[in-house]
């Protein structure tokens, strides 16, 4: 069994950075994708980052440039630095796993953490 708890959320200003965190345990396969995905109240979830076991990062169009996304095996810890926050990045951050190929359907993820909430006050 896989568990994944994120951490970092909290308040900031528009134009502020957070780090995320989301440690894993349990058993990983040797081929997986790590992701980061969001939900805003009444939206959707989305994707946000991904990272495979090459080490690969992928992003949505709206967080390239301001989100990046890394790991720490050692740890058994990735990551998500978020800069220059905007508003509309408010929303709760979840981390996800899955044993096929980096998707940015939430389905095709195993397991979630609980998620941890980020607010962009402007």
């Known amino acids: 069994q896989v568990q994944l708890v994120e951490s970092g959320g909290g308040t900031v200003q528009s134009g502020g950075s957070l780090t995320l965190s989301c440690a894993v345990s349990g058993y990983m396969f040797a081929s997986y994708c790590m992701a980061w995905f969001r939900q805003a109240p009444g939206k959707e979830r989305e994707g946000v980052a991904a990272i495979d076991d090459e080490g690969t990062a992928t992003y949505a169009d709206s967080v390239k440039g301001r989100f990046a996304m890394s790991q720490d095996s050692a740890k058994n810890t990735m990551y998500l630095q978020m800069n220059s926050l905007k508003p509309e990045d408010t929303a709760m951050y979840y981390c996800?796993?899955?044993?096929?190929?980096?998707?940015?359907?939430?389905?095709?993820?195993?397991?979630w953490g609980q998620g941890t909430q980020v607010t962009v006050s402007s």
């Open positions: 996800a796993a899955t044993w096929v190929g980096c998707s940015k359907v939430p389905g095709s993820y195993n397991y």
